[in-house]
């Protein structure tokens, strides 16, 4: 079944300890629809500048992914400069335009009216709540957001989580949303806020999944789950890590939608956990989407079954 | 097969976000020969004071831990205080009486000559190569260090390193060692400097198993271990997690020698971190060996399977 993510098209000026890279393509729909397109069809709605030229388009429909919801308006598109020199481990933004993206105003198309899987990737909460409430049929809603949202909107915020299947942040997002440092209560603390489930990435550590009563079962000891991370000798460029995981993790659950009608089974969400892994560490092995690229679906098996074989008995 | 362990066998003095507890029983060797007792025979070499009474004594031999190798000598044994109100994650020492420890010249029983598995638990790298050299038929050597012995007596731990079969550290530790931050890196480092097989603790985010190329084979990626933390909400005391994860690891490994004569396997290898998350969980959940004393095989197998429940596909 299609999914359709709703996020920043956008570019990045970067550095890192492996060099720099001016106004490469990025983005978090951008990353994330790259991913998910090895599992799915893939629907995006954006806004871009006039800067966005059709070279960049066809990053995204050469893999097959729809881009008739990316709007092209005056103006020049979103752009973030940020830097990896300090830490690989936390981006120091030192310049944020974002130019066309301030004013977006999410349209759905009428093509992608019958969407069943929505990702509301890191947006305005506001935007996020109006995109849900637009595709009242969708099956299942995935979601993304950021400290800057929890901070200072969190009202609008925590409206959004209540609608949400499945909330997807990294384990400071999650810190904060909850306000307790252990991980097991910061799960809890962020589950109470209402999404069904939740999915932590620890960054090198992997990622963990946890889940309301409402998902599984009420035996919250025994409704979690560890995917480890692929071990990873060189980060060459960290952005679109987080993206590129939802997108691998969320495009695989669709993937499998025919046979679960957009329920979520234990099964299909262990495997989406670790496919999201094996995206997020693909994704950070290049600038920008430059692995993402040239990757295939053969390769992002491999990695599964490397993953699997080096944390099972 | 049995186990002997070198280590400290102490007192500690303790606060933590969950209350204070004066002179409770501690140590290296301690926790770890509990630990491991569940598993096998174990024979502790170590040396304490007049302080050391019948009922501390009481605490190993009622879990079946031959203490003929612990030498009483005049004076106190030593005594560690410690704080981890700042944080759970790491100790703050707020005094190190070394006391009788401080001459501790390891004496090993004749009762003991035959011992197949030998762990060398954190103490100067000296007596660490004294003692190994005293069992020249062990069939396996593992040991554990901390940052004092790297920083400061390097030459020493290098000629150690390189008659382990499996060093067991911290990624803090890995670090130091090795001088890299990645963790991948770090652990190809510390492998470079001679140890067999590398078991790194990353705390919550659990552990990691990286073997050299004389192992298991020559293909770094493939052959690597990741086991998870059991999920932990509340952390009463921390200190000693990780010689009762080493005891559970290495003990498991040694109930399994009969079988394997004393070569490792990598399915005994990936169950051991597995029995070894189970051991360093349960030791945080009361103060000092509180915990350990009164567990089960039936409740640590329980905490296995549960393991691997939230791990596998």
């Known amino acids: 079944m299609s999914i359709l993510v709703v996020g920043s098209v956008a570019f990045d000026t970067l550095e890192t300890p492996s060099g720099k890279r001016e106004r490469v393509l990025g983005g978090a729909a951008t990353h994330f629809a790259l991913a998910a397109s090895f599992f799915t069809?893939?629907?995006?709605v954006g806004v871009v500048g006039e800067d966005f030229l059709p070279e960049h388009e066809a990053v995204l429909t050469s893999r097959g992914v729809d881009t008739?919801?990316?709007?092209?308006?005056?103006?020049?598109s979103f752009h973030w400069t940020g830097s990896y020199v300090k830490s690989l481990d936390a981006a120091e933004t030192l310049a944020t335009d974002l130019n066309v993206f301030a004013d977006f105003e999410p349209k759905i198309p009428a093509s992608?009216?019958?969407?069943?899987?929505?990702?509301?990737?890191?947006?305005?909460?506001?935007?996020?709540?109006?995109?849900?409430?637009?595709?009242?049929?969708?099956?299942?809603?995935?979601?993304?957001?950021?400290?800057?949202?929890?901070?200072?909107?969190r009202d609008n915020l925590l409206k959004v989580l209540r609608e949400l299947d499945i909330l997807i942040i990294n384990d400071n997002e999650a810190r904060m949303l909850s306000g307790e440092?252990?991980?097991?209560?910061?799960?809890?603390?962020?589950l109470a806020l209402g999404p069904k489930s939740l999915v932590v990435k620890y960054a090198e550590h992997g990622s963990a999944a946890y889940f309301s009563?409402?998902?599984f079962g009420d035996n919250f000891e025994r409704n979690q789950f560890r995917a480890p991370a692929t071990p990873q000798e060189e980060v060459v460029d960290p952005t679109g890590a987080g993206d590129s995981f939802a997108g691998g993790f969320y495009g695989y659950i669709a993937s499998r939608g025919a046979e679960t009608g957009g329920k979520l089974t234990p099964e299909v969400f262990r495997k989406a956990m670790f496919y999201g892994c094996v995206l997020g560490s693909l994704s950070v092995e290049a600038f920008g989407t430059d692995r993402l690229q040239r990757t295939t679906r053969a390769e992002i098996d491999q990695r599964f079954e490397h993953l699997k074989e080096i944390s099972h008995l």
Chains 1, 2 share one sequence.
């Open 41 to 44: 069809d893939v629907r995006v």
């Open 68 to 76: 008739t919801g990316i709007e092209h308006v005056p103006g020049k």
């Open 112 to 153: 992608y009216r019958d969407t069943d899987y929505l990702f509301l990737a890191n947006i305005d909460p506001v935007l996020q709540a109006r995109v849900r409430a637009e595709l009242p049929n969708a099956k299942l809603v995935a979601g993304d957001t950021m400290n800057y949202w929890i901070a200072a909107h």
């Open 181 to 190: 440092t252990n991980n097991i209560r910061a799960a809890k603390g962020v």
């Open 213 to 215: 009563p409402h998902s």
